[in-house]
């Protein structure tokens, strides 16, 4: 028996459920719960497992919504005014009926795990896990230490086991990102508008912004967050920041409160939706959007689609909309911009907010716009780069 299970269940631990979800983040997390919450699993039984306890402020995460959305208790602070700073071009935009939240890493794990503590039906264990494997019936997990764990109906899986192999066309950069909680000894924050993107930093690096979150008049998460295909030294990350604070936001004196780090994929090549009995969902099951990084909300969106097809049509997997596919197609032509560096990521983004509402952007970037205002944001950009690199997408 592993040493790593949580004990506090009424009943046995045992080898044997109906799901099996691999990964305790926000993918496994928005769907377990949703499926918990109709009320139509009770009778069901439900394994978690993760090689970390989640006990940790590891990320946060940033993204705009109209209404309530199904965390909404979970938001830290929200913003309906921003600004976008780019080379000669800065404005404060209002964003309504849009706002811009943030969810602390530390405040969704430690909702999630605290309401699957009290679900009789759940158990979580704490162990990498070492592969995953469809069966005619169910499916199959294997952690590190070679015990096996069976789930008779599906795994979701939200570990990107494969490589995305390579080819012509598809192209992969990271964003990665090194941000600071600081605070200030007097005021000088704006906590009613957030700086979304700044783009006036150096570009040595290649597309690299940063943006800043007021959580208060003295507190503040400041990201230096770069597109490219390559990381930096940490010295480097921990320089842009110190750089931006000093020269932008005029500051020379401020306590460090909280670090986080991450890497996004950003990639046209196709991830695997997964087969048989395993259903590939987060990152692992491509809903990253390739362009942006932005996640959290298409984990969302995918999540309500999975649990709809599960009760009305006894299946997790939605039917794949065609509106998705010319996203994907725009999404292609800017990493190829970006990657053969015709225009770079500053400039791209400069001309689209300086032509174009914040709103429309965001529906945009949603892939919620529909073709008429798709067309104003195309003629935004110049023609040449994007229809040499539509052309390569294309042939």
């Known amino acids: 028996m592993s040493t790593h299970l949580f004990q506090y269940k009424p009943y046995d631990y045992r080898y044997e459920y109906d799901y099996v979800f691999t990964g305790a983040g926000a993918a496994c997390m928005s769907l377990l719960i949703r499926m918990l919450v109709s009320g139509r699993y009770s009778n069901s039984s439900f394994l978690v497992v993760d090689k970390d306890r989640k006990e940790n402020n590891d990320r946060t995460w940033c993204f705009w919504e109209k209404e309530d959305g199904f965390f909404e208790k979970l938001v830290h602070k929200s913003w309906d005014q921003m600004w976008f700073h780019g080379p000669g071009f800065s404005k404060k935009y209002r964003i309504k009926p849009y706002r811009y939240k943030m969810i602390r890493g530390i405040d969704f794990y430690s909702f999630c795990i605290d309401y699957l503590k009290k679900q ?13 494997e469809t069966l005619k019936e169910g499916a199959r997990l294997t952690i590190e230490n070679g015990e096996v764990y069976t789930a008779k109906k599906y795994i979701f899986n939200s570990i990107p086991f494969d490589q995305l192999r390579e080819a012509p066309g598809k192209h992969m950069l990271l964003q990665h990102f090194k941000g600071w909680v600081i605070e200030t000894e007097t005021d000088c924050f704006d906590p009613t508008t957030c700086t979304l993107m700044d783009f006036r930093i150096s570009q040595e690096h290649g597309a690299s912004f940063v943006y800043t979150m007021p959580l208060t008049a003295r507190k503040a998460l400041v990201e230096y967050t770069l597109f490219n295909e390559a990381l930096l030294k940490e010295e480097e990350y921990e320089e842009g920041l110190k750089t931006y604070i000093r020269d932008f936001l005029k500051l020379d004196q401020y306590t460090i409160l909280e ?28 809903q990253t959007k390739p362009s942006s990084g932005y996640t959290f909300q298409f984990i969302q969106r995918n999540s309500d689609e999975i649990i709809y097809s599960m009760l009305n049509h006894g299946r997790p997997r939605p039917t794949e909309d065609s509106h998705e596919g010319r996203f994907m197609f725009y999404d292609s032509v800017l990493l190829d911009v970006l990657v053969h560096k015709e225009l770079g990521g500053a400039e791209i983004f400069t001309k689209l907010f300086k032509r174009n509402s914040a709103q429309r952007i965001f529906r945009f970037l949603d892939n919620q716009s529909w073709i008429p205002e798709e067309l104003l944001l195309i003629s935004s950009l110049p023609v040449g780069p ?5 052309k390569r997408q294309l042939f």
Do not use: C, Y
Not at 276 to 283: C, L
Not at 386 to 390: G, I, P
């Open 120 to 132: 009789p039906n759940v158990q979580l264990l704490f162990e990498p896990v070492q592969r995953i």
């Open 259 to 286: 670090k986080e780090f991450g890497i996004i994929p950003m990639t046209n090549r196709v991830f695997d939706p997964g087969k048989g009995n395993i259903v590939n969902i987060g990152t692992a099951g491509g």
């Open 386 to 390: 994007f229809l040499r690199a539509a």
